[in-house]
Antibody, heavy 122, light 107 residues
Framework: QVQLVQSGAEVKKPGASVKVSCKAS????????IHWVRQAPGQGLEWMGR????????YYIQKFQGRVTMTRDTSISTAYMELSSLTSDDTAVYYC???????????????WGQGTLVTVSS | DIQMTQSPSSLSVSVGDRVTITCRAS??????LNWYQQKPGKAPKFLIY???SLQTGVPSRFSGSGSGTDFTLTISSLQPEDFATYYC?????????FGQGTKVEIK
């Protein structure tokens, strides 16, 4: 069965960086885009960007450009999202999710990781 | 970016009620509209894609309709496990964007 398993909760100080991992199993990792979505406490869903695990091609929304880096390691079927220069506004649950479309791009997310809580606090 | 607006923001309903949630896009998105369900402390669950297609395993009491700018999610007879927050999402253009959510609560 398809699974995305994320790394554990993190507590960071303002100005630091965080790197969240997302290990995929149950499908061909390179055949589906991976999306990253975050959710601040009590708030809605915010799409951050996506990576093509096959080519490494990435897209970030403008809000995060310069601060976010999405990478992947195909040898271990794992995607990563690193966010730098953290502020309290970055406190959120960060999700990875698989795109719905096989060997294509739909923008829809059918399988999600369990989420990683990142807390930014001095 | 395309703005997605859901209404209502919350509603109180009883088991067995028919529930309708609307989602409006700031410009036409054809039928590139998804619906997700999220329960507290859990990841979102993919329910409906391209406005009206049910994802595998989703109960038939869920249905979606609409095109252009106006869309609807309907739950024909609300079950206890359906109390959750529902989000619409457009995938017509990048960046994909979500509505602010509609919380379905027990009356």
């Amino acid at each position: 069965q398809v699974q995305l398993v994320q790394s554990g909760a993190e507590v960071k100080k303002p100005g630091a960086s965080v790197k969240v991992s997302c290990k995929a199993s149950g499908y061909t990792f390179t055949a589906y885009y991976i999306h990253w979505v975050r959710q601040a406490p009590g708030q809605g869903l915010e799409w951050m960007g996506r990576i093509n695990p096959s080519t490494g091609d990435r897209y970030y929304i403008q809000k995060f450009q310069g601060r976010v880096t999405m990478t992947r390691d195909t040898s271990i079927s794992t995607a990563y999202m690193e966010l730098s220069s953290l502020t309290s506004d970055d406190t959120a649950v960060y999700y990875c999710a698989r795109d719905f479309l096989f060997e294509g791009y739909s923008g829809s997310e059918d399988y999600w990781g369990q989420g990683t809580l990142v807390t930014v606090s001095s | 970016d395309i703005q997605m607006t859901q209404s209502p923001s919350s509603l109180s309903v009883s088991v067995g009620d028919r529930v309708t949630i609307t989602c409006r896009a700031s410009e036409s998105i054809s039928r590139y509209l998804n619906w997700y369900q999220q329960k507290p402390g859990k990841a979102p669950k993919f329910l409906i894609y391209t406005a009206s297609s049910l994802q595998t395993g989703v109960p038939s009491r869920f249905s979606g309709s609409g095109s252009g700018t106006d869309f609807t999610l309907t739950i024909s007879s609300l079950q206890p496990e359906d109390f959750a927050t529902y989000y619409c999402q457009q995938t017509y253009s990048t960046p994909q964007t979500f509505g602010q959510g509609t919380k379905v609560e027990i009356k």
